[in-house]
């Protein structure tokens, strides 16, 4: 029973994985190289952004300091997996990050946009959105296979809690990638879907979820030190 859910649930994910590679490709083509999808991506950026000079002031504060802090509890997520054991979670959510380069190739080198009515070079997928994303699947992924919340104590006990945090920073990200005109609606969401695709094949590859009962005291005993 045990062997044939985890195969389901490894279908699962692999096919998360194909959905969310599909809608990249698809919003690609719709946004990039349609002329209406073109014309429709910039009006929504135009309207975004217009007349709200205060709201981009805090947007690209907010740009700027949403990665960092994740940056920083990845880092003392990876601290206490690698202290428990469980290094090959802390290599996995390491290269879920370091896929932002995938992200950088596409958009830079190998996915063109035609002149269809709106000029301009190609900004999709949001390098930006695909970093703020791997970072959050770098905190899901360490926190799912063998990491408590580093530092958080019980201030987020509950999954539904973590997810709803996660989010919001991730809705936030793609929010502010529009409001400060540094991409155009579409492009966020490609960068999304696109590391969205590579976390889900993380998923996929890792052994079964387990507890990890070191990582309830790799917190304090590394404060002590």
Do not use: K
């Amino acid at each position: 029973m045990f062997v044939s859910s985890r195969r389901w649930a490894t279908v699962g994910w692999v096919a998360a994985a194909v959905v969310c590679w599909a809608v990249a490709t698809l919003v690609y083509w719709v946004a990039v190289r349609t002329s209406w999808g073109q014309q429709l991506d910039q009006a929504v950026l135009d309207h975004a952004g217009a007349g709200h000079r205060p709201v981009r002031v805090l947007a690209n504060l907010a740009r700027s300091l949403m990665p960092f802090v994740l940056c920083v509890v990845v880092f003392r997520l990876c601290v206490v997996v690698w202290y428990v054991q469980r290094r090959l979670v802390a290599v996995v959510a390491t290269v879920v990050v370091v896929t932002v380069v995938v992200a950088m190739v596409l958009r830079d080198v190998l996915l063109t946009r035609p002149d269809l009515g709106v000029a301009g070079p190609n900004t999709l997928p949001s390098n930006h959105m695909a970093f703020t994303t791997a970072l959050v699947g770098a905190v899901l992924y360490l926190r799912w296979y063998g990491a408590r919340w580093a530092g958080l104590g019980d201030r987020l006990p509950a999954s539904w809690r973590t997810g709803l945090v996660l989010g919001g920073v991730l809705v936030a990200e793609a929010l502010v990638n529009v409001l400060t005109y540094a991409h155009r609606p579409a492009d966020p969401v490609a960068g999304f879907a696109l590391v969205a695709g590579v976390w889900s094949l993380a998923v996929a590859a890792s052994p079964p979820r387990r507890y990890h009962a070191a990582a309830c005291v790799a917190v304090p005993a590394i404060r002590q030190r």
